[in-house]
């Protein structure tokens, strides 16, 4: 089973819509991030969590919200979706005390947002 | 703010030929981490090689290579006798060692490899 899971694969909402991202993962780390990647942009922090009390704007969490509901638990929301959060979404772990604070990404969830 | 500029959109090189995959970053910080990761057409991020700021050596993987030049603030990586199965985007990353946020990316470099 993979370490990070994240749920849906793909999705396709209209706009003014409320959508929900999971993310969960079996690793045991206590750090998770919210990534998105756009074409020819690379891939751009929304939100990252420490631990369960800890929650932390990253470059672009306008028009997002986040809930880390348990340690193995972070989900990205969209109050009301618009177009240009169309993207691909990212979630990643990491252990604080890691080696090179290395990060592990799920597979990544495909937005449309008509 | 820390910056990562990856200067080549795409590439194209034959099949077993070398290539290298240019970086290059900007921080004021001294103590940091590396990263080259691969996206193939499935979409996963993968990790292909990592380099720690204070090590002047530079870091290997198989066919994977880094040119590492701290002073330049260059990162480049290197693919010996590259394949079919190399075709994919690289992505840059920078992150301050100790830092609790997360990687700064480039935009990423479309590297194909043509048969």
């Known amino acids: 089973d993979a370490d990070v899971t994240q749920t849906p694969r793909n999705r396709i909402t209209k706009t003014g819509k409320r959508i929900m991202l999971e993310c969960s993962q079996t690793?045991?780390?206590?750090?998770m991030y919210w990534y998105r990647q756009d074409p020819g942009l690379g891939l751009r922090l929304i939100y990252y969590s420490f631990d369960v009390k800890d929650i932390n704007k990253g470059e672009i969490s306008d028009g997002y919200s986040v809930s880390r509901q348990a340690q193995a638990k972070f989900s990205l929301s969209l109050e009301s979706a618009i177009p240009n959060q169309t993207a691909l979404y990212f979630c990643?772990?990491?252990?604080?005390?890691?080696?090179?604070?290395?990060?592990?990404f799920g597979p990544g969830t495909r937005l449309t947002v008509l | 703010a820390q910056t990562v500029t990856q200067s080549q959109p795409e590439m194209s090189v034959q099949e077993a030929e070398t290539v290298t995959l240019s970086c290059t970053y900007d921080?004021?910080?001294?103590?940091?981490?590396l990263f080259w990761y691969k996206q193939p057409p499935s979409r996963q991020m993968i990790l292909v090689i990592r380099q720690e700021a204070y090590k002047q050596q530079n870091a290997t993987e198989n066919r994977f290579s880094v040119n590492f030049q701290k002073a330049a603030k260059s990162f480049s990586l290197k693919i010996s006798d590259s394949q079919l199965g190399d075709t994919a985007m690289y992505f840059c990353?920078?992150?301050?060692?100790?830092?609790?946020?997360?990687?700064?990316f480039g935009k990423g470099t479309h590297l194909i490899i043509q048969p």
């Open positions: 990353a920078f992150k301050e060692r100790g830092g609790a946020d997360g990687l700064t």
């Open positions: 990643a772990t990491s252990l604080a005390s890691g080696s090179y604070n290395e990060q592990f």
């Open positions: 921080t004021s910080e001294n103590n940091y981490y």
């Open positions: 690793k045991g780390h206590d750090r």
